[in-house]
């Protein structure tokens, strides 16, 4: 932010200036170099400059057409402009030697082209600038150094062609090899000074931040690294040593520097002042100005840079007025920090008005002068440091009074601590009965809680057994109705037997046997003796297959009915699963293919009965998801059985409508239903993982919505050694 304060500064110190004061030295027309001036800065009269707004014209048509003012300043600063900007100048050697050297001391300006007259007379043009490669400088350096051959006691003349994006200021410095090679030693120790100490603040600053945890030290060292690397790429460093062979961090560079130093000292000004806690209206201010700062950025990295150094001038003046004003409100309120900052800014600013000074000529440009800023920048920083510092001390002196206030606090809640013991032993007495006949009337609430708890389970005990019921009377009844409907045909075939066995003995009295023969041989075609022979017997196959199926059922309802066996047995899970399926036969839609894939599984101990009622409920669900689809189509329950020692695994997968994250979480908890009310009790699945605890086993719940259900039940194979 700092490196791009002058330019606004020196527009308001010139206008001061052009009204309080108005004296110009003599008009001298060369440059003269001689041994008792070896180095001479060009300044009044001694520089002629022509403005070319379209920047195209070439240096012919300058040479011939070009009308040069005098330039009426010490220093050419021309500001932001987009305009071409020819200087002329002529050197007087009078030095003894033939060759001077010549030196812009600003680095940061894109194009400065040398127009120099050969031996011949003609001229030459030596290119340079921040865009043009490195390595064809004339001399290495971040200043645009050129050596100029001026045969002793003659003059030449020179033309500069100059054009930036940054605002262009251009300081000429003239002399023999010595001298200008002198001054560019001073300006890089100076600034390597001010570099040493930049790198020395940040040091001390982050062991303190490392030591009391202060994030004002950590917003301080990115305000003072930001500071550094602003002059840093305001004198040509970075470009000189880092970045010269990259293009468009040298175009972006100073732009980012002069934005990221703004929001830096915004940001460490906001922790350093308070300024949340004192002022939440400047608060908003402050956070406002880093917003449009980081927008520059937007703009340099888009190319609008003369946007981009319009915005970052007026954010300056702005901000830096902004901050001071603020810094000097708390200073007033007795704020030791505000009153140092104060001081450090006030220093800063009174360096920025000395640049501005120098540029005018109400003071001299010297080596002083021209640093100033670096100087100022670097006074600024140590007072900031030692503000930072003296928080240490602050620190030390609220501890101690947080102490003895501490002690003094703690000595006050001992007598109100005493004072209240007699208070609190009443209270205490009396929160005591409360709380005995609180407790009685938990017992009774407990006790009804108990009775609800069990009458609900019996309440699911009996919605499994009406279930099975209704199972038992759907099943038993289609083989009973095998027997009835095949005992009246079988009576009237037996009947029909009969009545041919009695005309068979019939015939002992019968004179004319023939003739009866002939008429039992057309009874017998009448009631087609061959179809009574084949439906008997498949009248009895009938009656055969409902016995069977009866047994069946009985066996399943027997091996099912272990619901209230307390005891734990040895039994075989494919048996329990397969009773199950018989029970709930009847309610398997005719489009749900049962899937089997057992393996073989030794017997394992378990409570049989309550084992069946973890098949019953989880198959039950599986047909209610299936039947819950709105499109139906080949659906399927896959029961598998597997051995894991030292369990054996059950997975039951259904094809039906799958299960929510939120809802596979509930599942298990008491009363928790998907149902509508009067359909379902909740407890269903909170009983099958009571059963499986109960036997030291787990489940596992895969479901998705839309993709059906997976449960996979974990029994020990030996029960005992888990009680």
């Not at 009844?477 to 005309?503: E, G």
Request: hydrophobic share 45%; proline share 3%; aromatic share 12%.
């Amino acid at each position: 932010m700092q490196h791009l304060i002058p330019p606004v500064l020196k527009k308001i110190v010139y206008l001061l200036l052009l009204v309080t004061f108005f004296h110009l030295p003599a008009w001298a027309d060369t440059i003269t170099i001689s041994n008792n001036a070896p180095m001479q800065l060009a300044e009044y009269g001694q520089l002629e400059y022509f403005l070319d707004p379209s920047g195209k014209a070439d240096f012919k048509e300058v040479l011939h057409q070009g009308k040069f003012q005098k330039l009426q300043k010490q220093i050419p600063n021309f500001g932001l402009t987009k305009d071409a900007i020819w200087l002329r100048f002529t050197v007087t050697n009078k030095t003894g030697e033939h060759e001077l050297l010549f030196d812009v001391t600003y680095p940061i300006l894109d194009l400065i082209d040398l127009y120099y007259p050969d031996e011949k007379g003609h001229f030459q043009m030596i290119p340079g600038g921040e865009l043009r490669p490195w390595e064809k400088r004339p001399i290495i350096h971040q200043n645009f150094v050129y050596n100029i051959r001026i045969p002793n006691g003659t003059a030449q003349t020179f033309y500069l062609r100059i054009q930036s994006r940054e605002a262009i200021l251009v300081p000429i410095y003239i002399g023999t090899s010595r001298e200008i090679y002198n001054k560019l030693y001073n300006d890089d120790l100076l600034l390597s000074i001010y570099i040493g100490i930049i790198l020395v603040m940040i040091c001390y600053n982050t062991f303190i931040f490392f030591s009391v945890r202060d994030w004002s030290y950590f917003y301080y060292i990115i305000y003072i690294a930001s500071v550094g690397l602003a002059q840093i790429c305001l004198h040509g460093f970075g470009y000189r040593f880092f970045w010269h062979d990259n293009m468009f961090i040298t175009e972006q560079s100073v732009l980012w520097a002069g934005a990221l130093s703004g929001i830096s000292v915004l940001v460490f000004v906001q922790n350093f002042l308070h300024v949340k806690e004192k002022a939440p209206w400047a608060y908003r201010i402050f956070t406002l100005f880093i917003v449009v700062y980081s927008s520059t950025l937007v703009l340099s990295l888009l190319g609008y840079f003369s946007i981009a150094y319009a915005l970052i001038d007026f954010l300056a003046i702005t901000g830096v007025s902004f901050i001071l004003l603020f810094a000097v409100s708390q200073a007033f309120r007795h704020s030791k920090p505000a009153r140092i900052f104060v001081l450090a800014w006030t220093i800063f600013i009174l360096a920025v008005i000395t640049f501005v000074l120098k540029d005018v000529g109400i003071i001299p440009y010297n080596i002083f002068t021209s640093h100033i800023l670096v100087i100022g920048s670097g006074m600024e920083v140590v007072l900031l440091s030692f503000a930072l510092a003296d928080k240490i001390n602050t620190f030390k002196a609220e501890k101690e009074a947080s102490q003895a206030l501490a002690l003094q606090i703690s000595k006050e809640n001992e007598q109100l601590v005493r004072e209240q013991n007699i208070i609190l032993e009443a209270k205490v007495q009396e929160r005591t009965e409360e709380l005995q006949n609180s407790n009685k009337d938990l017992n009774v609430a407990l006790t009804n809680l108990k009775d609800t708890q069990t009458r609900l389970v019996e309440k699911e005990k009996m919605a499994s057994l009406g279930q099975l019921t209704a199972g038992i009377a759907h099943e038993i009844n289609n083989p009973i109705n095998f027997v009835t409907s095949n005992i009246k045909p079988l009576k009237l075939d037996i009947a029909d037997l009969r009545d041919v066995l009695n005309r068979y003995e019939a015939l002992a009295e019968a004179p004319d046997m023939k003739e009866e023969l002939a008429n039992i041989e057309q009874f017998k075609q009448e009631i087609d003796i061959e179809y009574i022979h084949e439906e008997i017997s498949s009248l009895i196959k009938g009656i055969e297959d409902g016995a069977a199926r009866t047994a069946e059922i009985v066996k399943g309802l027997r091996t099912f009915s272990r619901l209230d066996e307390s005891d734990v047995k040895s039994i075989d899970i494919h048996e329990g699963l397969d009773s199950t399926l018989v029970l709930l036969r009847n309610g398997i839609p005719a489009n749900v293919n049962i899937i089997k894939h057992y393996t073989e599984l030794p017997k394992i101990e378990c409570y049989a009965g309550k084992v069946n009622q973890v098949f019953m409920n989880i198959l039950s669900n599986s047909l209610n998801a299936i039947k819950s689809k709105k499109e139906q189509h080949d659906e399927s329950i896959t029961i598998s059985t597997r051995r894991e020692d030292p369990y054996v695994v059950i997975t039951i997968r259904d094809t039906g409508i799958g299960m929510t994250a939120e809802v596979k979480e509930k599942i298990f908890d008491p009363f928790f239903t998907t149902k509508d009310v009067g359909e379902g009790t909740g407890l269903g699945l909170s009983i099958v993982f009571s059963i499986i605890e109960k036997h030291q086993g787990k489940i596992i719940v895969n479901s998705a919505p839309g993709e059906g259900a997976e449960f996979i039940i974990y029994l020990p194979l030996d029960l005992s050694s888990h009680l």
